[in-house]
């Protein structure tokens, strides 16, 4: 209705609607007016229980009803440079949404000047509509390039080059940096002299935004801490402060961060399904319930109120709730990314692989760098003994994220499974070097290192594993602060120093055993340590032992036993030898 009275008085009064305003108003309307077409469409596909399959391709190539309409007319206005900041950034969008792209446009726009850029640009466009008259414009063709490649003809007026251009004339359109990050979040030296020079702060924000994005939490951390400065009171930047917390997995500060966004806005809703999702981890129901409390009454339909519910049902082991609560989400807006994965989690839960698989496969549809799609995609594999398929997504994840220890040892997991020990190594001394806080490479390096028969570096990775470390002996001499304990065995000559352990408090009471893993260890640095006759080290392993239940008590035992009786065998013979 607004598009056909500003279509029918610009026929009717060409003055009143002649301002760039009201003609990307016209423009703008008709688009929605399309995207509301779509979003009924869809529903009808849904109610009409049309194949899964069938609604993804749909949702891929998208069914605006309007695109080739607003298309025709926003390139005429584009030519006759009439189109401002806004209209730029809406044809910038139906560019998009009709696929049109270059390959060249980018490598092009690093080697020129913004007016040679832009003047050029324009030749092309012009002299591609030429080309384009005979064939359907939503049908993308081919030539051959100066080199002969087959390339594909497209326009090349990028949609790149459009944003850019978007944001020089009206940089504080925060959507139009939105589609940049989408388009490609790397900026050639000249786009980036375009945008900062049109708004610093806005490009800062940009950065951040794609710093975090691309999973470079420490640069996002630093902008971020930057841009606090100058705008103290900034929900916006509190809240990108919490995600960052929580990539890198420091809940307890992504918490106390979240709950002074939500003091500040007690009504926000953005954002904190990710704050239940820290809640989750850290397993406090009682704050999770809270929230969704708080949510059902800010605003009962929306999305992110609906996965704060899932995660509470999730969280009470209530699986089919949860996934009840998580569809809704989609529901309401069938583009919320961490609804499929959320889902694909639930499933897992569930030990339903295959609809795990096809929730996995949705979130990374809609977005290829979550790599919890990915990674969850190489757990569902991998429970199906599919390792191939596991380690091609889990090195998806590791691509994403290569400095999350997690995603090293679930692709090290894989590839010992598959008795390729060498790879293992390497990924879980990736994990170890990008901290394993669990142990879990640690462990499994001084498994395999055991198994090889390398005892000495089973041993390193087995007291890493425990929290512990060992030094030589020398070193410790030098050093009082530091308890160590003197082995009660003979010393053996050798010209290398002794390594003595460090011992937390200088006695084992602090040494980890909750675990099978941390028992395992134990026991093998309780022989290990026998084996250098270092017996007050492996007395020490052995105690620790006795305390627990199972066959690793039992061993244990025999292990005091031995040890007492070289003992006594070692004094009688020294007592034989001095003489009466």
């Given at each position: ?54 609604d993804r391709n749909l949702h891929r190539q998208g069914s605006n009803p309007h ?510 030898e001095k003489g009466p």
């Amino acid at each position: 209705r607004a598009h056909h009275m500003l279509s029918y008085n610009e026929a009717t009064d060409t003055g009143r609607c002649s301002t760039q305003k009201t003609r990307f108003l016209k423009y703008y309307s008709l688009y929605l007016a399309g995207e509301k077409a779509k979003e009924e469409m869809d529903l009808e596909m849904n109610v009409t229980g049309s194949s899964k399959e069938v609604d993804r391709n749909l949702h891929r190539q998208g069914s605006n009803p309007h695109l080739k309409e607003l298309y025709l007319s926003l390139s005429v206005a584009y030519q006759q440079n009439s189109l401002d900041g806004f209209g730029l950034y809406l044809y910038a969008v139906v560019l998009k949404r009709l696929g049109y792209s270059t390959s060249t446009g980018s490598t092009q726009a690093q080697s020129s000047t913004p007016i040679s850029m832009k003047s050029r640009h324009r030749a092309d466009f012009a002299e591609e509509q030429k080309r384009q008259q005979l064939h359907d414009p939503t049908t993308p063709s081919s030539s051959k390039n100066e080199s002969g490649v087959t390339t594909t003809l497209t326009f090349d007026v990028t949609t790149r080059f459009i944003l850019v251009e978007s944001i020089r004339r009206y940089p504080w359109n925060w959507s139009a940096w939105m589609e940049l990050a989408a388009h490609s979040p790397f900026t050639s030296n000249e786009e980036e002299v375009i945008l900062a020079t049109s708004c610093p702060w806005m490009f800062q924000l940009f950065q951040a935004h794609v710093l975090l994005d691309q999973q470079q939490n420490d640069a996002a951390r630093a902008l971020l801490t930057s841009l606090e400065d100058q705008f103290p009171q900034s929900t916006y930047l509190l809240a990108q402060q919490a995600l960052t917390s929580y990539h890198i997995r420091d809940f307890d500060q992504s918490q106390e961060q979240f709950e002074r966004l939500a003091a500040q806005d007690p009504h926000r809703m953005e954002n904190m399904d990710v704050y239940s999702n820290v809640l989750y981890v850290k397993e406090d129901k009682t704050e999770l319930s809270r929230l969704a409390h708080r949510a059902l009454k800010v605003e009962k339909y929306r999305p992110e109120t609906c996965c704060i519910i899932g995660n509470y049902y999730s969280i009470k082991n209530k699986h089919d709730r949860a996934i009840i609560y998580f569809h809704r989400a989609l529901k309401l807006d069938p583009n919320f990314l961490s609804a499929w994965t959320l889902i694909g989690h639930e499933y897992i839960e569930m030990k339903n692989t295959s609809a795990a698989i096809e929730a996995y496969r949705h979130a990374v549809d809609l977005n290829s760098r979550d790599y919890r799609a990915w990674y969850g995609l190489g757990q569902a594999y991998e429970i199906l003994n599919m390792f191939l398929y596991s380690i091609y997504y889990y090195r998806k994840a590791v691509a994403i994220r290569p400095y999350d220890a997690r995603m090293w040892c679930a692709l090290g997991g894989c590839y010992e499974k598959l008795s390729k020990v060498d790879e293992a190594l390497a990924c879980f001394h990736r994990a170890v070097n990008n901290q394993d806080r669990e142990g879990i490479a640690s462990f499994h390096l001084g498994r395999l290192y055991a198994a090889r028969g390398q005892q000495h570096e089973a041993a390193k990775y087995y007291q890493m594993h425990l929290g512990l470390r060992s030094a030589p002996e020398s070193i410790l001499q030098d050093h009082d602060d530091i308890k160590r304990s003197v082995s009660m065995g003979s010393e053996r000559n050798s010209e290398h120093q002794k390594e003595v352990l460090v011992l937390p408090g200088g006695s084992g009471g602090n040494i980890r055993v909750d675990t099978p893993q941390a028992l395992a260890a134990i026991l093998f640095l309780a022989n290990y340590y026998k084996q250098l006759d270092q017996f007050r080290e492996a007395t020490i392993f052995c105690n620790r032992l006795l305390d627990m239940q199972g066959p690793e008590k039992e061993e244990a035992k025999a292990l005091l036993r031995e040890m007492h009786s070289l003992e006594a065998t070692r004094m009688q013979f020294a007592t034989m030898e001095k003489g009466p």
